[in-house]
C-alpha cells in the first residue's frame, strides 16, 4: 500500500510539472509578441522594452520558467495585465462560490442519480428501468446552459421563486446547483444500474432474499452499500469535471465564481488571469482524483496495486 | 480430385442449410445485433432526421437562412414559423436547418482529428513499449485537465472562432482513443498470431496495418459515435460561452447564446437550438450505446 501510495504521488508530481509546463507556455504559444498582445501595435520601443523586463521577458525561456514555477510554489501567480490584483487574491475570493456550487451539485447528482440507478436496476427490464436510463441518457446529453435556461424561465420569470441572475446567498446557488447536478445524475445513475445489477446477482443476496430479509434492508443494506464503491469514484470523479462545468453554469446566471472569471480574462486577454485559473483548477482536479484513488483502495481491499 | 469432393461436400452443405444456420460474418452478426436493438434504432433514425434536414437545408428550409424581415421579429411558433422568428425577424427553423451543418461539422471535424491523431499515438503507444511510457505521460498531463477547461485554455492561446473551437475539443478528446487503442494494442501483440506473423519477418508497418488496426476498428467505432456527441456538445458549449462559432454564425449555441437576452419574450429563440443540440447528442449516445452493445456483447 505505502508503495503505491508513493508511486501515485510521483506520477501526481511529475503529471504537475507537466502541467506547469504547458501552462506557463501558454504566453509563448500565442501567434505573435506577448508583449505587442498587450500592449498592443501602436507601443513605443520604450515601452515594450520596460515590459519586457517587468515580464522577465528578456531572459532565457528556462529561466523564464524557474522563476514562474519558483513563485507558483510561493503562491504567487502573477497579477492580472487588467485589474493589476493579484491572480491568487482573485481566484481566492471567487471560488468560495465555484465551490459551494460544485459540492451542492454533487450532493444533487448522488441522491438523484443513486436512486435513479437503484430504481433501474431493481426494476430490471421494466418501464421504470427505461423511464429511469432515458431521462439519465437525457441528463448527460443536454446541453448545460439549455438547462439552465429553461430553468430561468420556468423559475425565475414565469413562477418568480429563485433569482433570475447574481450572487446573493445559498438561495441565488440553487437553480445553478440543480442545473448542474442533473448532468451529474445521468453518470451517476448509469453506474449505479451497473453496478447493482452485478450485486444483485451475488449469493449472499439471495441468501438474504431467502432468509427473509426486508426487501428494503435488502436493497439498502446488503445490496446498495456494495453497489455504491465504484459509484463513490465516479462521484468523486466528477467534483473536478463540476468546477470546469461551473463555467458555463456561472456566465449563464452570472455568478461571480472562477468559471466566469476564466470567461472575463479570456474576453480581455488577460493571460495571468488564464493561466493562474487554468493551473489552479488543473492542480485541484489532479489532488482530487488521487485522494478517489486512494480513498478507493482503502476502501475495496480487492484492488491490486501494481 | 479429393479436393473438389470435399468443396463439393462442404457447398451442399451449405446450401441444404436453414438460413438462420448459416455460418455469418462478424459485420453481418453486428448489423442483426443492432437492428434488434430500439435504442440504437431510435438513436439512428433521430440522427438520419438531423442529418437529412441540414443537408437539405437549402432545399427544404421554409425561408432563406439570413432573410430579415423588421415587421416579423419574435413571432412566436406559428403555422407560418413554425418555431417563430428572432430579434431581427429570421425564421428559427430555417437558420436551424443551416445552423445543423455547422454543429454536426464541428462534431465530425474533431472526431475525425482526434481520431487520427489518437489511434495512431494509440497504435505506437501500445505496440512500441519503449515509447509508450513518454506519450502516455503527455497524455496523463492533458487528463490533467477536466476537457471543457483544456478547451478554453487552447481557445485563450489560439484564439477565438469555429476553427480554433474545433481544434480545442478535438485535442481535448484525444486522450479517450489513445487509452482506449492501446489497451487493444496491448492485448493483441501478446496474441499467438501476432507472434507467429512476427516470427515470418512480416514488417511492424505491414503488422500494424494488416491485423492490428482491423482489430482496434470495433472499439474505435464505438468511441467515434459517442465522442461525436460529446464533441457536438463541447462545441455547442463554447460556441454559447462566445468562444467558438460568433453570432451572426446560424450555429446552434451561438443561436441559443443570442436567445439568452430574449428569454423573457421569446422563449423559441433558445430553446429549440438547445432541444436540437440535446436530441442530436441523444441520438449519438443511444446509438453509441447501441453499437457497443452489438460490437461487444459482452460488455453489455
Known amino acids: 500500500m505505502t508503495r503505491y501510495l508513493l508511486k501515485r504521488f510521483f506520477t501526481m508530481l511529475i503529471t504537475l510539472l507537466g502541467v506547469s509546463i504547458l501552462v506557463f507556455l501558454m504566453i509563448h504559444l500565442i501567434p505573435g509578441d506577448p508583449v505587442l498582445n498587450i500592449l498592443g501595435e501602436f507601443a513605443t520601443e520604450e515601452a515594450i522594452n520596460n515590459l519586457k523586463a517587468e515580464l522577465g521577458l528578456n531572459q532565457p525561456l528556462y529561466m523564464q520558467y524557474f522563476s514562474f514555477i519558483g513563485n507558483a510554489l510561493q503562491g504567487d501567480l502573477g497579477q492580472s495585465y487588467i485589474t493589476n490584483l493579484y491572480v491568487v487574491d482573485e481566484i481566492m475570493n471567487r471560488f468560495p462560490i465555484t465551490f459551494q456550487l460544485a459540492v451542492y451539485s454533487l450532493i444533487i447528482g448522488a441522491v438523484v442519480g443513486i436512486i435513479m440507478g437503484t430504481i433501474a436496476a431493481v426494476k430490471q427490464n421494466t418501464i421504470f428501468d427505461q423511464l429511469a436510463m432515458m431521462v439519465s441518457l437525457i441528463g448527460i446529453s443536454a446541453p448545460g446552459f439549455w438547462i439552465a435556461l429553461f430553468l430561468i424561465f420556468v423559475f425565475a420569470y414565469q413562477l418568480p421563486i429563485f433569482p433570475i441572475s447574481g450572487y446573493d446567498g445559498f438561495y441565488s446557488l440553487i437553480l445553478p446547483s440543480i442545473t448542474l447536478g442533473l448532468a451529474t445524475s445521468g453518470n451517476i445513475a448509469r453506474m449505479t444500474r451497473s453496478s447493482m445489477l452485478e450485486v444483485i446477482k451475488q449469493d449472499y443476496m439471495r441468501t438474504a432474499e431467502a432468509k427473509g430479509v426486508n426487501v428494503f434492508r435488502l436493497i439498502f443494506g446488503h445490496g446498495l452499500q456494495n453497489a455504491l464503491i465504484p459509484v463513490i469514484t465516479l462521484i468523486g470523479l466528477q467534483f473536478g469535471h463540476l468546477l470546469a462545468g461551473a463555467v458555463v453554469t456561472e456566465t449563464v446566471f452570472a455568478l461571480p465564481g472562477i468559471g466566469s472569471l476564466a470567461i472575463e480574462a479570456i474576453a480581455t486577454r488577460d493571460m495571468p488571469t488564464i493561466q493562474g485559473l487554468v493551473m489552479f483548477m488543473a492542480f485541484i482536479f489532479i489532488v482530487v482524483n488521487l485522494l478517489v484513488d486512494i480513498i478507493y483502495s482503502a476502501v475495496d481491499p480487492r484492488i491490486k496495486y501494481e | ?300
Not at chain 2, 473438389?4 to 438460413?19: H, I
Not at chain 2, 465530425?108 to 519503449?130: D, E, M, N, Q, T
Not at chain 2, 428569454?263 to 453499437?291: E, Q, R, T
Open chain 2, 1 to 300: 480430385m479429393s479436393q473438389v469432393v470435399t468443396e463439393s461436400k462442404t457447398e451442399g452443405l451449405v446450401g441444404n442449410m436453414p438460413e438462420a444456420a448459416k455460418p455469418k460474418s462478424y459485420w453481418s452478426l453486428v448489423w442483426r445485433r443492432l437492428k434488434r436493438n430500439k435504442g440504437a434504432i431510435i438513436g439512428a433514425a433521430i440522427l438520419l432526421f438531423f442529418i437529412i434536414a441540414s443537408v437539405g437545408a437549402p432545399i427544404l428550409s421554409p425561408y432563406p437562412m439570413e432573410e430579415m424581415k423588421m415587421e416579423n421579429r419574435f413571432i412566436a411558433p406559428s403555422a407560418d414559423h413554425w418555431l417563430g422568428t428572432d430579434e431581427f425577424g429570421r425564421d428559427i427553423l430555417s437558420r436551424m436547418m443551416y445552423g445543423g451543418r455547422v454543429s454536426l461539422m464541428m462534431g465530425l471535424v474533431a472526431v475525425s482529428i482526434a481520431g487520427i491523431v489518437g489511434v495512431f499515438l494509440g497504435v505506437i503507444s501500445g505496440y512500441y513499449r519503449k515509447l509508450d511510457i513518454y506519450i502516455m505521460q503527455c497524455m496523463d498531463i492533458l487528463l490533467a485537465f477536466p476537457s471543457l477547461l483544456l478547451a478554453i485554455a487552447i481557445i485563450a492561446v489560439l484564439g477565438v472562432g469555429l476553427t480554433n473551437a474545433m481544434i480545442a475539443v478535438a485535442i481535448s478528446v484525444i486522450p479517450s482513443y489513445v487509452r482506449v487503442v492501446r489497451g487493444t494494442v496491448l492485448s493483441l501483440r501478446e496474441k499467438e498470431y501476432i507472434e507467429a506473423v512476427k516470427a515470418l519477418g512480416v514488417s511492424d508497418f505491414k503488422i500494424i496495418l494488416k491485423h492490428i488496426l482491423p482489430n482496434v476498428l470495433s472499439p474505435v467505432i464505438v468511441l467515434s459515435t459517442l465522442q461525436f456527441g460529446t464533441s457536438i456538445l463541447a462545441a455547442a458549449s463554447l460556441s454559447f460561452l462566445g468562444l467558438g462559432a460568433q453570432p451572426p454564425a446560424p450555429e446552434w449555441g451561438a443561436m441559443a447564446y443570442v436567445g439568452k437576452s430574449f428569454l423573457l419574450n421569446a422563449w423559441w429563440m433558445s430553446l429549440f437550438p438547445g432541444l436540437a443540440i440535446m436530441l442530436v447528442v441523444l441520438g449519438f449516445n443511444m446509438l453509441g450505446d447501441g453499437l457497443r452493445d452489438a460490437l461487444d456483447p459482452r460488455l453489455k
